[in-house]
């Protein structure tokens, strides 16, 4: 018994037991606050998630549907301004779209599907010159690429500078080279075999021209405010498609890379702002007397199509 009575005086005289009555006061005000949290931001506030009717309230049940949906904006933003981004203004007739290439739709559709599938992806440049505005004209047709909320959320760098194209290539090679030792599994690197690819980037200072194409994460009102770039990546993503088009119209080639863990460097390089993320680079001209690309083959339309 003697055990048990020090047991029961050490534990009378621990430190939780004389502090309980400070501790227990901290609990229930922590467990107040986040009930109260909670309530407000679930059950106080109007859903903006499409689809889901503006005056319900964010129910346990509704909130278990919405788990893992991707959110458009912020669900739980107390922010609201009544007045669009853009301007209101009354809608205008529309005609449609015009047969472009040739008068009938279905030859017309064919000679651009001759087009684009003559684009492959160019590892070896000319020295051959580009005419800029070419270019220009190419990343202007981009630019009619459609938006979320006609945000345009999209910037292309135009690098032609020599010595900028030569410190790009700096900064991508010295990450590509810990990409393919360290980061990139073994599967990516043996799937990547048959393109003869690694952490060399000659066509980074070979290709006359460069387009870094950024993603705007958020914008600007005119007075200073940040607006919402809705859907940024898939609408620059699209963007990016009309310009490959635009450039193979052109008779320029080009290729698509992704610079893996180089988006920061690359922005600080240019003095891009920090809304502005790197999407692609494309270098951009024209193959090179001795280029190869592997010879691969294209999926049939049955193969990619499924008619309902």
């Given at each position: 018994m003697g055990l048990l009575d020090e047991l029961i005086r050490a534990f009378d005289h621990?430190?939780?037991?004389?502090?309980?009555?400070?501790?227990?006061?901290?609990?229930?005000?922590?467990y107040m606050f986040i009930f109260l949290y909670d309530k407000h931001r679930y059950g106080g506030k109007k859903s903006k998630i499409t689809n889901v009717a503006p005056t319900v309230a964010m129910t346990n049940e509704v909130k278990e549907k919405l788990d893992g949906?991707?959110?458009?904006?912020?669900?739980?933003?107390?922010?609201?301004?009544?007045?669009?981004?853009l301007e209101e203004k009354e809608h205008i007739p529309f005609s449609g779209a015009m047969v472009t290439l040739d008068s009938d739709p279905l030859k017309a559709a064919s000679k651009f599907?001759?087009?684009?599938?003559?684009?492959?992806?160019?590892?070896?440049?000319?020295?051959r010159p580009v005419d800029l505005a070419v270019v220009e004209?190419?990343?202007?047709?981009?630019?009619?690429?459609?938006?979320?909320?006609?945000?345009?959320?999209?910037?292309?760098?135009?690098?032609?500078?020599?010595d900028v194209k030569e410190q790009i290539r700096e900064i991508i090679e010295a990450e590509e080279l810990v990409n393919y030792q360290q980061r990139m599994s073994k599967q990516w690197t043996t799937d990547l075999r048959p393109l003869k690819t690694n952490h060399v980037k000659e066509y980074l200072t070979e290709a006359p021209h460069l387009v870094l194409?950024?993603?705007?994460?958020?914008?600007?009102k005119e007075d200073g405010a940040k607006k919402q770039h809705y859907y940024n990546e898939i609408s620059t993503s699209i963007a990016t498609g009309i310009l490959l088009c635009a450039l193979?119209?052109?008779?320029?080639?080009?290729?698509?890379?992704?610079?893996?863990?180089?988006?920061?460097?690359?922005?600080?390089?240019?003095?891009?702002?920090?809304n502005?993320?790197?999407?692609?680079?494309?270098?951009?001209?024209?193959?090179?007397?001795?280029?190869?690309?592997?010879?691969?083959?294209?999926?049939?339309?049955?193969?990619?199509?499924?008619?309902?």
């Open positions: 621990s430190l939780i037991l004389s502090c309980w009555k400070y501790i227990f006061p901290v609990l229930v005000v922590l949906m991707e959110y458009v904006g912020e669900i739980d933003s107390g922010e609201f301004d009544p007045t669009p981004v599907y001759k087009i684009v599938n003559d684009r492959r992806s160019v590892r070896k440049f000319s020295s004209k190419c990343i202007h047709a981009a630019g009619t690429s459609p938006s979320g909320a006609h945000t345009e959320p999209w910037t292309f760098c135009l690098v032609s500078n020599a194409i950024f993603k705007q994460t958020y914008g600007f193979q119209v052109a008779g320029l080639n080009s290729l698509v890379t992704t610079p893996l863990n180089c988006g920061p460097a690359l922005r600080n390089l240019l003095g891009r702002p920090v502005e993320k790197l999407l692609v680079l494309l270098p951009v001209g024209y193959a090179a007397e001795d280029c190869t690309v592997p010879d691969l083959q294209r999926k049939p339309v049955e193969e990619i199509l499924v008619k309902y």
